[in-house]
Each structure stands twice: as structure tokens, then as C-alpha cells.
């Protein structure tokens, strides 16, 4: 299939070139003027340390681990996000816990250990959909940077507490209720 | 100042001479076109001077340098066979045209007015008696150069180009 | 002045000389360096960007971006100084300063303000005083050394890819000498005289009585040429990215690329005054018959950085030439439209106008 290209035809005005010239730097002159005149923060560019641009939702960036209102993880480390992801970047350690007062169902697993590697995520969101409790969620943090590979490891703690300021939940560094050292699986 | 400049000249004309690579050997020709501008400059010709370093180092010598750039000789040429006829004939030539150059401005009128009144600072000349002396009389060899020119160029293009 | 000559045991006349050699020739080459940033700010501004802005006087003073300056400096003077294996050394580091010297040079001849008589000695505002028989032909001798710099810089690197970018320069310059030539002489008739000087004088202080306005063709065929004088876009053919690597400078860093960088700025600085020395009155003040030396100075000044401005803002609007239609331009328009308007002129001459 072929396409009609319409051939433009030069008025002698054209031809002369001055004129698309001239016309052509009154266009650039005006943006010129426009910018010259627009403020930094206005303007298209975004000035990234100081300024940072609205992250769309659906936006794939660091995992929060999420919780329930006491504090108890709802995460029941059934290691489905482990064998979903690709990178194979995360690394369960369940245990169980005591379930003495049970405010969360009828639950008796947890991670005693939820280590993301960030340095080999590729933040895809496959753990995201595998997960059957909602525990384990992409969010829009993705300032991922360090000064050596250790700070990469993002552990359970980190993980629960990464969106804590944001939503204005309090700093948790300990599940409310303790766990079952004798009965720890590891795999 | 003289001496800066007919030192520049002289060097720069020998560098040329001796210079075995083609490139730094038409640099050198620039070095003393700029020399003689020098010399014009201190002779009270600021025309010829700029003229000098228009039509010779800024388009004659940027020519010349071109077309060697574009036949692509970097390579120094090997040293050619003596030819003991031409060299002899070569030296002759020079010699002659030299004596011929010296004859002729020692016989001049103005080595003779510098010699008589000593002091007497030429006039300096301005682009308007140039052309004063070029149109109103010299105006036939002016046209007959212009012509000349006209044909050589003409004859050029008819030999590169047969087929327009 | 007298005192300054005697602190320095020299006549006024050389104190004098001394003076507006190093103001002229600093102020041009400051200006250059500025025009590098002016450049990178007003690119970025034609085309919706925001250019640099985050160099900082000690982390703190960002000024605009106009510490990118110092901060570009300062890396070209720390920068490993390279000369290539097979390069010829000796050209290899003569180049930049071909380049640089003649790109400054050609200022001295412009008049950047009225004479002004002070103490019953006249003093004139430009390096070479009017009346040394030089005149206009000056600058079109300096901008003829001008391509040396170009050219040597390209054979001495002893790279194909800078050959080709050098050997491209010589012939623009050559084919747009022409031109610049031709416009510069319809000049010279009209203003009865070719010293810059006279220039000036015959435009007189009406904008309508400048040049731009008496010899419209004139004008159009010089600013063009002037273009490809200086080596800038669209005519840039010297330099080409997409084409030659990076084109007669390919093979230099550090001080030497940036003395190269600095030259095409002090061209387009030379190109601007001779610009506005010819056709736009040079120091002349519109509508003022006898300006104030501050003001005739200022007028130069501000007419200077305008076209300087124009240079930046053309190279920004207009895509780059092909080297055949360059070429095309420069012998078969260009050309013919300054012969037309040196015979026009020269008819009206002749007609007694």
C-alpha cells in the first residue's frame, strides 16, 4: 500500500527563504521570551533533588510489608512470592507463634526472617500478585540507593516500617506477640 | 621591526625550501606572505599588505593547501633522482632573475629620492590611489589581465569538465 | 592618562595604546567565555529546557549557572593533555593559538566608541587608530588567517575524520570570502572611504541612514557569510557529530580544545562588531547627534551583544546545511546577489545619488 505524498508547493515568498527564516526564529524567540520569563519551578524540566515528580498510582517502587492494626504482620509466610519471583530476591524464614491471644483469626506462621535483596529486585510486582494475604505491596519509594551492597538488604523491620512516616503509623520493631522458639522451620 | 619581519620572511621562505613534508612546506609560504605583508606595512602600503594577506595566504595558499590535503600526500616524497641539467639551469634562472630584481630597484626613481633627500617619509597609500592608478592608467593591462584570467579560467573548466 | 604614562615612564600615546589593548582584548575574551554559558542557557531556553544552573561558587552561590564558567575552566586545566602518537607535535600544539590569535585579533580595527579629545590630544576608541590605510580590509585579511587555525589544527591531528572536517572549512571560507568581500566594497562606496571610521560618519545617527536600511541585499549577503566566516551553524562545516566524529578538533583536549572552543567564540564576537560597525552605525547613538563617550560606548556594546545574541539564536532555529548546498549557496546565490548589489550601488552612484 503505498501513501500519497503531498508535495508542498513553494510560494516564490518561500523560495526566497528569508522568510520561513525570519518565521522560524519568531517561533524560537517566543519560547525564548516564554521561558525567560517563566519561573524554574514552572517550567517543563523538572529540577529533580528539589522538586519531585507526582508518582502515578500502579507506580512499582520499594515493598512495604503490611500489618494489621496492632502491629501483627499479615504476612502467614506461605513463601508464595518467593517461588513467583523471578530475581529471586527474597528469602522467608517462617516461624510459629504463640497464639495465645488471638486477635488476627486463627493464624500460626509468620516470617521470622523477610529479606528482600534490592539490589537484585527488579521491582516487576510478581510477588504483588502471588501473594494470597494482600501482605506484601509495591509502593512508590524509588530513591534505592546506597553506599555498599549491605544497606540493600532490606530485612522483615525494614520492610514493615518503609512507608511508616508516610502513612503516619508508628515505628514497629517487634511483633506483639512472641513467637515459638522451639518449633522454627527454616527452609 | 624591519629586521623582525625580513628575518620572518627569509626563515620562513628557506624553512619552505628545505621543508621535506608538503603540508609544513605550504605553511611556511604562509609564514612568509605574512612576513612580506610586514614588509608592505613598513614600506607605507597598508593596501598591499592586506591584499597580500587576503588574495595570497587567505585564499591562494588555502587553496593550494587543499588540494594537497585532498591528493593525500602526507607521506614525505622520496627524494627524486638528480637531474644535474635541470638543477644547473634551476640555479642560472634564479641567479639571473635576481640580478634582473636588483638592477631594476637600484635603478628605481625612489631609491634614487631616498638616497638623495634621506628623510622624505613616503605617503602612505590608501585604497583610493590604488585604485585611481589601476582604473585610470593602467586600465588596459587591467582589462587584459581581467581577460586573461577570464580565458585561463574558462580553458580550466573546459578541461575538467567535458561534459557540462 | 599622563599620570598613568608617567608611573610607567612611557609617552601617553603608548600608555594609551597599552590600555586599550588589554581592555579591548579582555573584554573580548571574557565575553567569549561568557558566550559559552550565554549559548548553553539560551539553547536550553529556545527549546524548553533549563541548561546548566547548578555549578556553585563553594556549593552555595549557584549565580545563574554562570559558575559552570570557572567550573568548565577548571576541568579543561586539570585534563590530561593528550597529543596523538602520530600527530605532528609541533603543529599539533601551534593550532589553537592559530586559531585563537587572528579570531582576536580582528577587533582591533573597531571603533568601539567615539574620539574624544582630552588635554588637546585626541584619543581614538579602537586598538589601531582610524587613518592607518589599513581600514575594513583588516579584518577581512585576519579573517582569511582565521581558517590557518582550523586547517593546521585538522592535518596535524593526523586523523581522516579531522582532514575532511578541516579541508571542508578552508573551502567555505574561501567560497564565502567572496561574498563578504563584494557586500564589504558596496560599503566602501557609499561611504566614500573604507577606514571604519568613515564607515561610521556616513551613517550618520539616524537608524534610517544605516546601512541595514540603505543596503538591505548587502546586509543579508554579509550576515549570511558571516556565518560561514565564523564556522557557526548552520554552516558549521569545520565540526559534524553525526558526520566526522567531531571534526577538526577531534584529537584535542584539555586547554588546547578549550583555546579552539574559545576561538569560535571570539570569531562570532569579531563577526557581531564588524556586523554592527557596518551596518548598524557602529558607536552611533540613534536619534542623538552628539553622544556622550559613555553612551557611544554603551551603544556599541549593547549592539555588539545583540548580534552576538543573533548568532546563538540562528544556530538554535535553523538546521544545518548540506556541504553541496553550502557550496550551492555560497558560489551561486550568494555570489551573484553581492555582484547585483555592488552594480546597483554603483549605478545609483553613477545617477548621482
Given at each position: 500500500m503505498g501513501v500519497i505524498v503531498k508535495k508542498v508547493e513553494l510560494t516564490w515568498l518561500d523560495r526566497t527563504y528569508v522568510w520561513p527564516v525570519l518565521q522560524g526564529m519568531a517561533i524560537t524567540f517566543g519560547h525564548f521570551i516564554r521561558n525567560l520569563f517563566t519561573t524554574t519551578p514552572n517550567r517543563y524540566t523538572v529540577q529533580y533533588p528539589e522538586m519531585k515528580r507526582e508518582i502515578p498510582d500502579g507506580y512499582r517502587g520499594l515493598h512495604e510489608l503490611k500489618r494489621f492494626?496492632?502491629?501483627?504482620?499479615?504476612?502467614?509466610?506461605?513463601f508464595m512470592c518467593q517461588e513467583a519471583c523471578p530475581a529471586r530476591c527474597i528469602s522467608i524464614e517462617a516461624e510459629e507463634f504463640s497464639?495465645?491471644?488471638?486477635?488476627?483469626?486463627f493464624q500460626e506462621k509468620r516470617p521470622a526472617k523477610f529479606s528482600i535483596d534490592m539490589l537484585r529486585c527488579?521491582?516487576?510486582?510478581m510477588c504483588e500478585e502471588a501473594c494470597p494475604k494482600d501482605a506484601i505491596w509495591l509502593r512508590k519509594d524509588y530513591e534505592l540507593a546506597a553506599?555498599?551492597?549491605?544497606?540493600?538488604?532490606?530485612g522483615k523491620w525494614d520492610l514493615m516500617n518503609t512507608y511508616s512516616d508516610a502513612d503516619g503509623k508508628a515505628h514497629i520493631n517487634q511483633d506483639p506477640t512472641p513467637s515459638v522458639p522451639r518449633r522454627t522451620i527454616a527452609l | 621591526m624591519f629586521l623582525t619581519f625580513a628575518l620572518i620572511t627569509l626563515c620562513a621562505a628557506l624553512g619552505m625550501l628545505l621543508q621535506k613534508n608538503v603540508i609544513v612546506a605550504g605553511l611556511c609560504l604562509v609564514a612568509t606572505f605574512f612576513g612580506l605583508a610586514g614588509l608592505f606595512l613598513l614600506l607605507a602600503n597598508p593596501v598591499a599588505a592586506a591584499f597580500q594577506l587576503i588574495v595570497y595566504s587567505g585564499a591562494i595558499m588555502v587553496l593550494v593547501l587543499f588540494v594537497i590535503m585532498m591528493l593525500n600526500s602526507h607521506e614525505e616524497e622520496p627524494a627524486q633522482a638528480s637531474r644535474p641539467v635541470q638543477r644547473w639551469l634551476g640555479v642560472a634562472l634564479a641567479a639571473l632573475l635576481a640580478l634582473g630584481s636588483i638592477k631594476l630597484v637600484s635603478a628605481s626613481a625612489g631609491v634614487a629620492a631616498l638616497a638623495k633627500s634621506g628623510a622624505a617619509v613616503p605617503t602612505a597609500m590608501t585604497l583610493q590611489k590604488v585604485g585611481t592608478t589601476l582604473f585610470a592608467e593602467h586600465v588596459l593591462g587591467f582589462e587584459v589581465a581581467g581577460l586573461l584570467l577570464l580565458v585561463a579560467m574558462i580553458g580550466a573548466v573546459a578541461l575538467t569538465k567535458r561534459n557540462l | 592618562m599622563d599620570k598613568l604614562a608617567s608611573l610607567l615612564h612611557t609617552s601617553p600615546a603608548t600608555a594609551w595604546m597599552v590600555v586599550k589593548v588589554i581592555i579591548v582584548f579582555s573584554a573580548v575574551m571574557l565575553l567569549a567565555s561568557v558566550w559559552t554559558w550565554v549559548e548553553r542557557r539560551g539553547s536550553a531556553m529556545i527549546q524548553d529546557r533549563i541548561g546548566?544552573?547548578?555549578?556553585?561558587l563553594f556549593g552555595k552561590i549557584r549565580i545563574i549557572g554562570l559558575a559552570q564558567l570557572l567550573a568548565d575552566g577548571i576541568k579543561f586545566f586539570f585534563k590530561e593533555d593528550l597529543v596523538p602518537a602520530e600527530a605532528n607535535k609541533g603543529l599539533f600544539w601551534l593550532a589553537p593559538f592559530l586559531a585563537f590569535v587572528p579570531a582576536l585579533m580582528g577587533f582591533a580595527i573597531i571603533p568601539f566608541g567615539r574620539s574624544f579629545v582630552s588635554g588637546g590630544v585626541t584619543y581614538h576608541l579602537s586598538v589601531l587608530d582610524p587613518g592607518n590605510g589599513m581600514g575594513m580590509l583588516y579584518p577581512l585579511a585576519i579573517g582569511g588567517m582565521a581558517v590557518y587555525g582550523v586547517l593546521v589544527a585538522a592535518w596535524s591531528s593526523n586523523n581522516k575524520w579531522s582532514i575532511l572536517g578541516g579541508m571542508r572549512a578552508s573551502a567555505t571560507m574561501v567560497s564565502y570570502e567572496i561574498g563578504i568581500s563584494l557586500a564589504v566594497i558596496a560599503i566602501f562606496m557609499s561611504a566614500n572611504g573604507y577606514d571604519p571610521s568613515d564607515v561610521i560618519k556616513a551613517q550618520g545617527h539616524t537608524p534610517w541612514t544605516w546601512f541595514v536600511v540603505r543596503q538591505p541585499l548587502g546586509f543579508l549577503v554579509f550576515f549570511t557569510c558571516m556565518f560561514a566566516e565564523t564556522n557557526r551553524l548552520p554552516f558549521d562545516f569545520a565540526e559534524g557529530e553525526s558526520e566526522i566524529v567531531a571534526g577538526f578538533n577531534t584529537e584535542y583536549g584539555s586547554m588546547k580544545f578549550s583555546l579552539l572552543a574559545l576561538a569560535e567564540y571570539s570569531h562570532l564576537m569579531t563577526a557581531s562588531a564588524l556586523i554592527a560597525t557596518l551596518y548598524f552605525g557602529g558607536w552611533q547613538v540613534p536619534f542623538v547627534k552628539d553622544p556622550t563617550v559613555m553612551l557611544s560606548v554603551a551603544s556599541f556594546v549593547l549592539k555588539l551583544l545583540f548580534f552576538a545574541w543573533v548568532f546563538v539564536w540562528v544556530r538554535w532555529t535553523l538546521p544545518r546545511f548540506r556541504y553541496d548546498q553550502l557550496m550551492h549557496l555560497g558560489w551561486k546565490v550568494m555570489l551573484p546577489l553581492s555582484m547585483a548589489n555592488l552594480v546597483f550601488h554603483a549605478w545609483r552612484m553613477s545617477q548621482g545619488h
Open positions: 492494626e496492632g502491629g501483627e504482620i499479615k504476612c502467614v509466610a506461605c497464639d495465645l491471644n488471638i486477635t488476627q483469626g527488579i521491582c516487576c510486582g553506599y555498599d551492597r549491605l544497606s540493600m538488604q532490606y | - | 546548566p544552573n547548578r555549578a556553585a
